[in-house]
């Protein structure tokens, strides 16, 4: 148990659908962040969540939209996602930003666009 | 471009052998330096993590890890390793160059056979 609760852990949607992927922490913590984990390639940090302000956009294109309603949970809208968005969506939370701060992670959600 | 290097994709090894993964990165200033394993199915978790002190820091499931800072290096340790460390390994670096973004390395998966 990890503390970090991703829904759902497998989607599958097409090029024009709409969707999002939820994250809920049950650590009191004040930081969430999404990162993208796609084959071969290190770990993406996309969106970063402080005190549920927007802290960080690490070039994300527009077709991810974040939503961060209050310090436990976190979402990510998608819409008209592309063949290349196909990976694991893992989110993260830590205490805070303070950069000793282990993060804790969920399962992700394998996202196939088709 | 700054970065986290792991410099093994892959290792395989023997029970009861001895382990060490590599970890470089680019960052000058104050690091915090990380290291996370994923078990097969399970989510990233930490293993060990160091912000200050002594550089060679112990972790859980007999892990250890050295910051050389000369080096740029936080290289993952283990004496004698046992199946059920077979896992990828992920080193992360914090730093206050980068704006306190965790950066990940693109991990090591290491097989240890029985």
């Known amino acids: 148990e990890t503390g970090v609760t991703q829904t759902p852990r497998h989607l599958v949607m097409g090029m024009t659908n709409k969707k999002s992927l939820k994250c809920e922490q049950h650590l009191g913590h004040n930081a969430m962040y999404w990162y993208k984990q796609s084959a071969k390639k290190p770990l993406e940090l996309m969106f970063v969540?402080?005190?549920?302000?927007?802290?960080e956009n690490n070039s994300v294109p527009s077709r991810f939209s974040p939503e961060c309603p209050n310090s436990s949970h976190l979402f990510l809208h998608l819409h008209t996602l592309q063949p290349e968005d196909s990976a694991l969506y893992l989110c993260a939370s830590s205490q805070d930003r303070q950069g000793n701060q282990p993060q804790h992670f969920g399962d992700g959600t394998r996202l196939s666009i088709l | 471009a700054q970065s986290v290097s792991q410099h093994n994709h892959h290792v395989i090894l023997s029970e009861a052998a001895s382990l060490e993964l590599g970890c470089n990165y680019s960052?000058?200033?104050?690091?915090?330096l990380f290291w996370y394993v994923q078990y097969p199915g399970q989510h990233l978790q930490l293993l060990l993590k160091y912000f200050s002190g002594d550089p060679l820091v112990k972790g859980i499931k007999g892990f250890e890890a050295e910051f050389i800072k000369s080096k740029f290096s936080f290289n993952l340790r283990k004496p004698s390793v046992q199946w059920s460390d077979t896992a990828e390994y992920f080193c992360?670096?914090?730093?206050?160059?980068?704006?306190?973004?965790?950066?990940f390395g693109g991990g090591t998966r290491v097989l240890v056979k029985p």
């Open positions: 992360a670096v914090n730093a206050e160059a980068a704006g306190n973004k965790l950066t």
């Open positions: 969540y402080n005190f549920k302000e927007q802290t």
């Open positions: 960052y000058g200033g104050t690091v915090n």
